[in-house]
């Protein structure tokens, strides 16, 4: 993709369910001066999402899914374009995106799942790599399509997985290195490294 820098940078929504601590990570990592992207709105599937904080804490607008709201995605569509949005970072973003949204922006959506993709796409990856007694997990960065954790891959990162290890201590060394290479896969994909 073509390279952006400075003044024009990509503008960027994040789609969020919970915490968003990627969301928090990819807002400051935004911030400087390499960066590619700039983020101009959050959008959360959840009105208690914790992540929405970052909406007020870094002044971004932020768009709020109604629950049971069959037109939601006409909604969003809407958002993007009043924000000028042309590039979407799901960051723990618990809702499957229909095939026509995927369209519109085709090539343009990436997510990060925790787990080495292609193995164990969906929910519960963690448990699944306990109860399979895996050596290694890890986390990916890949592009949306419209079957479900299968895009191309953009970048990984790998972990071991202790004998001592419970699910919940696996997620916490995944997400760390979530937070490391969600930004790099978005660097990669404009080019600046
Ligand atoms: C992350 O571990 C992310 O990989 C996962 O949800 C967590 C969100 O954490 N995403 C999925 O499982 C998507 N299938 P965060 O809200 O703190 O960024």
Redesign the pocket.
Known sequence: MKKLLGKNKILTAVF??????????LIQLSKTKKSPIKIGLIISSDSK???LKYSIKYKINKYVIKKNDKNSEIKILKKLEINKISFIC?????RILSKKFIKNFKGKII????SLLPKYK??N?HEKVIKNKEKYTG?TVHYVNDKL?SGKIILQKKIKVFKHDTADSI?KR??EK?HQIYFKAILKIFNVI
């Open positions: 969020i369910s919970g915490k968003g601590t990627n969301l928090k990570k999402a914790e992540g799901l960051a723990g973003y618990m997510n990060i799942h925790p969906g929910l990856t986390c954790d997620k995944v997400l979530e």
